[in-house]
Every structure is written in C-alpha cells, then in structure tokens.
C-alpha cells in the first residue's frame, strides 16, 4: 500500500492551504491526517471510518480543518484555514487495510498500518 500526501509550503498566519493524499489502497478500514511539529510527538487531526462513514477531528483543529475525500480518485484532502503558527509542522496521511478500528481510533497514529512521506507545511509572517 502506497500513499502521497502533497500540497504543503509556506503560508501567513490566517492562510489556508489544502493537502492531497493519494492512496493505491482501494479499500481501507481507515484513513487520515497526522502531523509532527519539531521536538512533539506525531498527532492525529483528522480521520474518517469507513465502517461508520464518520469524519473525527482533533480538538486543535474543529472548525478550521476540513477532511474529504474523493473516492473516483483514490484521495483524501485536508482543506486548512485559519492557519496558526503552532500548526507547523510535516503533515502526513496514514490508512489501515488490515484492521478494524472503532469510531475515533484512527486519530490513534499508532493504529495506522501504512505511512506516506509527509509534506511540510510552515506557517510564519
């Protein structure tokens, strides 16, 4: 299983960016958005279920981020707005084939099976 995540770069303070995921995994369990700033520990923001179709976000980031995907193309976006500097940090996208996880697990970096190479996204003035 293959995963891509693009569409990070620099952005004010107040921007928005939108992150792409691409996976070659036709059918998953779960699939989402995690992040690493400098010197923390990786963090799940976003996550959607497929056995219940449910997205789950992180508190940091309800109502500024928004997961979908786009099942024709075998992608999931992460739409970010109202960027703040403390969300810095290399985005990754993560998915799980093999194993069931309930409601909001999949915002559980340690449940996913399958990792893409992140993109960095900086927010700075």
């Not at 995921?21 to 990786?42: D, E, H, V």
């Not at 179709?53 to 976006?77: E, H, I, P, Q």
């Not at 309930?102 to 003035?125: A, F, I, N």
Request: hydrophobic letters at 35%; glycine letters at 12%.
């Amino acid at each position: 299983v293959q995963l891509q995540a693009s569409g990070g770069g620099l952005v004010q303070p107040g921007g928005s960016l939108r992150l792409s995921c691409t996976t070659s995994a036709l059918n998953y369990y779960a699939i989402g958005w995690f992040r690493q700033a400098p010197g923390k520990a990786r963090e799940g923001i976003s996550c959607i279920s497929s056995s219940v179709g449910r997205l789950f976000y992180a508190d940091s980031v309800k109502g500024r981020f928004t997961m979908s995907r786009d099942n024709a193309k075998n992608t999931v976006y992460l739409e970010m707005n109202g960027l703040e500097p403390d969300d810095t940090a290399v985005y990754s996208c993560a998915t799980t084939v093999n194993t069931y996880l309930h409601g909001d697990v999949c915002l559980r970096p340690g449940k996913m099976e399958y990792w893409g190479k992140g993109t960095l996204v900086t927010v700075s003035s």
